[in-house]
Antibody, heavy 121, light 107 residues
């Protein structure tokens, strides 16, 4: 059974940093593109970032480009999102999601339960 | 970026009703269109991929159709457990983009 479990959310001040983690199990982690998708309170879904199975290709939404870094440790079956220079508009539930196919980022067949990031002073 | 426009933004229907949601892309996305269901406090769930293919285990009352720029999602007979917000998503180009969602309620 595929499981994705996010960690690392919390309250952070504007301008601060946070690293999210996602522990994966139940599939061959290194074979799949992985992604982060966020949802601001009461709002819709926004794709944030993705990374290839080997980690050699990364992709970012313009809203986080230059402030965030996605990475993965395939030996630990773990996905990360380092977020810097956080802003109030980064407040959201952050979901880790497995991409269906093994190539480019496309769509998501499994999602974690989400971790809430609140940016506030 | 490809803009995805869903309508309506909310919908109230009775159990047993046929429900239809539309999603329009700002440019041709072929059939690279997904439908998700999200229940309150839960993660989204994949329902339909490639515009019209039903994900394994999803009830057959859910149906997707369309190609190019215009897509439709239909629930043939609304059930109480279908109360949720539904999102479309395109994957023709990065950034991946979602519709704004359609909140479905029971009348």
């Amino acid at each position: 059974e595929v499981q994705l479990l996010e960690f690392g959310g919390g309250l952070v001040q504007p301008g601060g940093s946070l690293r999210l983690s996602c522990a994966a199990s139940g599939f061959t982690f290194s074979s799949y593109v992985m992604s982060w998708v966020r949802q601001a309170p009461g709002k819709g879904l926004e794709w944030v970032s993705a990374i290839s199975g080997s980690g050699d290709r990364t992709y970012y939404a313009d809203s986080v480009k230059g402030r965030s870094a996605i990475s993965r440790d395939n030996s630990k079956n773990t996905l990360y999102l380092q977020m810097n220079s956080l802003r109030a508009e980064d407040t959201a539930v952050y979901y880790c999601a497995k991409v269906r196919d093994v190539g480019e980022p496309d769509y998501f067949d499994y999602w974690g339960q989400g971790t809430l990031v609140t940016v506030s002073s | 970026d490809i803009q995805m426009t869903q309508s309506p933004s909310s919908l109230s229907a009775s159990v047993g009703d046929r429900v239809t949601i539309t999603c329009q892309a700002s440019q041709d996305i072929s059939n690279y269109l997904i439908w998700y269901q999200q229940k309150p406090g839960k993660a989204p769930k994949l329902l339909i991929y490639d515009a019209s293919n039903l994900e394994t285990g999803v009830p057959s009352r859910f149906r997707g159709s369309g190609s190019g720029t215009d897509f439709t999602f239909t629930i043939s007979s609304l059930q109480p457990e279908d109360i949720a917000t539904y999102y479309c998503q395109q994957y023709d180009n990065l950034p991946l983009t979602f519709g704004q969602g359609t909140k479905l309620e029971i009348k």
